[in-house]
């Protein structure tokens, strides 16, 4: 059979279960987050040996920051979807009396979710939580650039899950143009903001509504003011979020950090020290760090890392082994602000220091770049605090701590501008693939005669209080019957 008529078929398929209903059902969606449930569990040690093979992940580096995390937002689904799903009562002023409304979320339809590689287990499951949860058939297509964690989905899928409703599509760009041809009823799109504007053109044609999770760069704000052991603290959150987490291969990762001239040195020392504290003398044989996800980006960096100005930057590290993969963590002082490591997301293990002679001015270079998905300021001064929050715009701000608020259902997860549209995770994923339908109930009877013509003076007076003034707005109501 052609691969597109294939396509065709499974599509009409998923949207046949949509339009039955069975999606909808309280009791299929808790089925199906369950059976995720099951699969995570039966499936742990398999999930590690293909996020190992595909990013070299150390196991626990893998529960932390993708299985356990998705164990946890199930849970959570588990527990809400029902509060979720329920209508909500709405307030209605005098002007509707006497009616009742509500706000009833429906499920989108059929949706497609496409993913990155970085974390290829996270990024493709967790939309698709919030997916099952608001009663919506999928189709899944991770990325081709993880192929064992995506042939793992594409096996155990049909396994575990409703592949009525739910469908693995395995694939590279011609696979993913083609599910772009398709209607869709929601498309959910994590990776660059160079494909986030491809697939926005594509979602247009059907007027398709998009979340778009993209990266960026992402800055941290060091003040001088710590002391010493909050210092301390606060590089070593630093150094495990940047080099700890897909070596800096997340959209969250620290791109660059901007500090003070007077504490740059110390800044370095304390980095060099918690790096050696963390992974050892030499990283790369730690087996803790995740190696470069393919050639394409390990080659990428090296040219990024190569470039002049940049190599004479390097303070720490800079060493690569192609045959692994692998680059040294690396740090760099004050590159040129024009070369490729300043202008783009850095996606890696480099990470620039930029030094200012005031830490006000952190403000101004942030501001300087497209709005990132994360700007975490290390400071206890509230001012500083204030300022960050009033005079720049981001996906998040995270104070004294880099990566977390990942974790955290009750906070919306998602960019502003460059780096995304729409946002998820909890409630927020729930709300991402439905739609809030507004529903008014009505009654026979009640009519004022102000609301039809023959028009007259009294009848503009009447409509003017009965709009803006609710609590006469009864009285005005009985009066303007009589009339
Ligand atoms: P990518 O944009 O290259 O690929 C993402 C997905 O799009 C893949 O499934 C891929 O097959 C598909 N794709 C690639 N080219 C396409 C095309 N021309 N037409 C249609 N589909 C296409 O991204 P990536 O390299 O996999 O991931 C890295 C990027 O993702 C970084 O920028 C990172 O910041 C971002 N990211 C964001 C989040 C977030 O939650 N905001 C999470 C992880 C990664």
Redesign the pocket.
Known sequence: MAPLLALQEDLEELRQTFRSGATRNVAWRKAQLRSLVKLLREQEEQIFAVLHEDLGKHRIEAYRDEVGVLLKSLNHALSNVEKWMAPKKGQLPLVFFPATSEVVPEPLGLVLI??????PLG?TLEPLIGAISAGCTAVI?????APATSSFLAKAFPRYMDTKAIKVIE???TE??HL?EQKWDKIF????????R??MSAAAKHLTPVTL????KCPVVFDSGLSSSDREMAVKRIVSGKWGCCTGQ???AVDYLLVEEKLASTLIDLLKKSIKGLYGENPAESRTIAKIVNKHHFKRLRRILEEPGVSASVVHGGSVDEEKQLIEPTILLDPPQASELMTE?I?GPLLPIITLKNIQESIEFINSKPKP?AIYVFTKDEMLKRQVLSETSSGSVTFNDVLIHYLAEELP???VGE??IGSYHGKFSFDTFSHQKAVLRRRFFMEPPARYPPWNDYKLKFIRLLYHFDYFGLLLLLTGLKR
């Open positions: 496409f993913s990155s590689w970085n974390f990024v297509k991770p990325s081709e650039h694939g590279g760009v993913a143009e772009l799109f994590t990776g660059s903001t160079q494909v986030g491809i697939i999770e993209l990266g960026g997340a959209c969250l997301e996606f998905l997860f998602g960019g780096s995304g």
